[in-house]
């Protein structure tokens, strides 16, 4: 192993000037408002393509316990947990044709997780099921995602190519009324919301986008019929045809090495390079993860969590470039926060970010043998100010003759598509099929989406709720005027990079709270005292990130370039602090948001 350079001052003058003149060439006045959802006219690139459209079914108008909005990991693992409290009727509705969220759209070629295999799927402990792979195809993990919930029977009530699109409270029977796209209006006691936050597809509003004549799709509802092959690549259908693709984030890192094996000629429309660091996907065996244990995999799983979130770990059980780079930031704050000095961490914290970066782009320069493509593909900012991703077989796919790299940050993103391609600093580049690989709108799926209206009690709007003072909740789950309906996600709540630990936390606190409700009879609703005695403790030390969004490239992870949104959003002292304060609370508190009920229960 080379030893990381460790930039001197000048270097690091020179840096941060770089990554102010490279944020400046991509922050759009726009902002987010340069996408434009995949709907109307553009509703063709949110179609299911894996499931026929359904036939005519009879609209259920019948009551069940639980209603989990959403058939992902997050929605799998509500009812699994809820199941498991022996909780009966639990009814899973979602758009999809199947379970499996993200798993279930996302099919583009290429696809994997690439957060290790072991600590990403869920429940291996209980399925007993071992991953062969260190990172995991998609349909694996598609699959692993039907495993739990045929294991926990979740398929019985399930309503598949289902979209809820209202949730209101009636006062008289206090059971939440649940309405679909497709007649339904059923009742539920409880309703956990687990709609994800990357959901729906987005688009860049390019002028012209509407004229291209060629194919065109999302990554996230790939077409098959037209490029055949599988995930695993031998689109026949390519052969012949000039490919352009939008886009290089972590899926546009992950489909660009395929596509460029099968089309004739690829064109990448890049405009802010990734950082792609090493991939290292290899076999494993049950003994490499030392499977023979029970509980193994809520070990590793921990481990991870620990590392990642910057916490003490007396080993680093999966060791990959996440537990040694992902928390760069947070491996450096406990000691800030045991009272170090700002100007100290952030000095420490700049000078461990820059060596990052620069092996990062020592790596494009080494692979790469175009030295003009090479110095496109460096990413000028900090490490995590974009999604970090890891791939060995992408930088090697610029290295082949059928690859243009088309770099548009000089024109804020590709300036027009016309009828037969895309133009980009005054060239058109003529295409068969162009591919988009931008990403998914953010938070823009559920109850925040204003697009599932959710009356509460009075009849009251949550979102005309939150309007004035921003999101109210307790610990992320629950909030006053909205009985039985429990919230996932990372609003208020806690966030990892593997979130599907996470949702399972969530999940299993989702499933205590009802359980307790069942037991005592009772509502789920915390008081407002309640809600701003949390919000008090979310906003103590929030600040912590601010410093280090304002100055990224712009993205949905620093909305565009304009910050994070005001207000707490997250609790602030990491995942494990947080579980271990939800324990604690559900131990000695959870009575405090159990109201009684004064209708009988369903
Ligand atoms: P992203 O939002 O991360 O990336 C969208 C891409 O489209 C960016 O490169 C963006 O450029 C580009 N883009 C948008 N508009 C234009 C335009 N007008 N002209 C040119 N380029 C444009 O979406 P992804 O689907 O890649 O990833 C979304 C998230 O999904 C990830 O961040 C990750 O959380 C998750 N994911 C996880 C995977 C895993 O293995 N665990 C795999 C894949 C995705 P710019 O950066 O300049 O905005």
Redesign the pocket.
């Known amino acids: 192993m080379t030893t990381p350079h460790v930039p001197a001052p000048h270097e690091l003058a020179e840096l941060r000037r770089r990554y102010r003149v490279e944020r400046e060439r991509?922050v759009r006045p726009d902002g987010a408002a340069?996408?434009r959802d995949a709907d109307g006219e553009f509703g063709y690139y949110a179609a299911d393509p894996y499931t026929e459209a359904p036939n005519e079914r009879t609209p259920l108008r019948d009551t069940v316990d639980v209603a989990v909005i959403g058939g992902g990991f997050g929605g799998i693992l509500a009812g699994a947990h809820a199941r498991q409290q022996g909780v009966e009727r639990v009814r899973i509705v979602e758009k999809g044709g199947d379970f499996g969220g993200?798993w279930y759209w996302?099919r583009y070629p290429g696809?994997?997780?690439?957060?290790e295999s072991h600590v990403?799927l869920p429940m291996l402990d209980e399925t007993g099921y071992i991953p062969e792979w260190k990172?995991a195809p998609g349909d694996e993990i598609r699959r692993h995602a039907v495993r739990i919930a045929d294991m926990s029977g979740l398929y019985a009530h399930a309503l598949f190519s289902t979209g809820v699109t209202a949730l209101t409270w009636d006062e008289t029977s206090e059971t939440w009324s649940v309405a679909t796209d497709r007649g339904d209006l059923f009742r539920a006691t409880y309703v956990v919301n687990a709609t994800g936050t990357?959901t729906d597809p987005?688009l860049?509003?390019?002028p012209g986008i509407e004229d291209f004549t060629g194919h065109t799709f999302h990554?996230?509802r790939w077409d098959y019929a037209y490029t055949g092959g599988t995930p695993e690549g031998g689109m026949a259908g390519l052969a012949d045809k000039r490919v352009g693709v939008?886009?290089?984030?972590?899926?546009?890192?992950?489909v660009i090495p395929m596509l460029a094996e099968d089309a004739a000629h690829l064109y990448v429309?890049?405009?802010?390079p990734?950082t792609v660091d090493r991939r290292d996907n290899r076999r494993t065996t049950a003994e490499d993860v030392g499977a023979d244990r029970e509980g193994w995999a809520r070990e590793r799983r921990e481990n991870y969590l620990r590392i990642v979130s910057g916490e003490d770990a007396e080993e680093d059980l999966v060791a990959d470039q996440w537990t040694a780079s992902a928390g760069l930031l947070e491996k450096l704050l406990p000691s800030f926060r045991r009272g170090g000095d700002l100007k100290t961490f952030e000095a420490a914290y700049e000078m461990a970010d820059a060596a990052k970066m620069n092996e990062l782009r020592a790596r494009v320069e080494k692979t790469v043998t175009d030295p003009e493509t090479a110095e496109k593909l460096k990413p000028w900012y900090r490490y995590a100010c974009?999604?970090p991703?890891?791939s060995d077989l992408y930088y090697p796919a610029f290295n082949r003759d059928n690859v243009t790299l088309v770099d548009?940050?000089d024109t804020?993103?590709?300036e027009r598509v016309t009828g037969h391609g895309v133009t980009v600093g005054g060239t058109t580049y003529e295409l068969d099929c162009l591919i988009?690989?931008?990403?998914?709108n953010?938070g823009a799926s559920g109850v925040l989406s204003g697009k599932l209206p959710v009356h509460g009690r009075g009849g009251v709007q949550l979102l005309d709720r939150w309007a004035r003072q921003g999101p109210r909740t307790l610990h992320g789950f629950t909030s006053n005027g909205f009985p039985n309906l429990i919230q996932m996600g990372s609003l208020q709540n806690a966030s990892s990079v593997n979130f599907t630990h996470i949702l399972d936390e969530q999940a299993a606190h989702a499933a205590a709270l009802i359980a307790a409700a069942e037991a005592r009879d009772a509502l789920i609703e915390p008081s407002h005292e309640a809600e701003d005695a949390w919000i008090a403790v979310l906003a103590k030390d929030a600040p912590d990130h601010e410093w280090f969004h304002a100055e990224c490239?712009?993205?949905?992870?620093n909305r565009?370039g304009r910050g994070r949104p005001n207000g707490p959003t997250a609790y602030p002292h990491g995942a494990v602090a947080f579980h271990r304060l939800l324990r604690r609370w559900r131990d000695e508190s959870i009575g405090e948001v159990l109201q009684a009920r004064t209708a009988p229960r369903p």
């Open positions: 991509r340069q996408y993200t996302n696809v994997h997780c690439d957060i990403y990172y990357l987005k860049p509003g390019i990554t996230s939008v886009g290089t984030g972590a899926t546009g890192i992950q429309f890049q405009r802010t990734s974009k999604r991703t890891f548009t940050a804020h993103g590709i988009f690989a931008t990403g998914f953010v490239t712009p993205g949905y992870y565009e």
